[in-house]
């Protein structure tokens, strides 16, 4: 038992490791890269990864993700959104053709 005490003494005390992750109980419904950065577009919202960590993206997304290009998303729906300001606005329809809760 002495023994043991100054192995641990000078070897030190084996500290449990954690790896982050982000509290999201929704389903990734897309997962794409963009200009280097990995995002996810999920029921809750768009995710984005830095430094193996997720982010919500700013402004916060107030609907669902099926698809992010080129600055817009796209939610089940079919309604493409933008950031205009400080919010995301819809500005027009998908051309992905399937409507509801679907991915073409």
Known sequence: MFATCIALGVIGV????????????????WLGEHQ??????????LLEQRQSEWFEVEPRLPCSVILYDKGAVTTPSGNVMRVQGSRWVEVGASTLGAKGDTVA
């Open 36 to 45: 280097g950065t990995l995002l996810a577009g999920t029921g809750g919202g």
């Open 14 to 29: 084996p500290v449990p490791a954690q790896t982050a992750t982000y509290a999201c109980h929704e389903e990734v419904r």
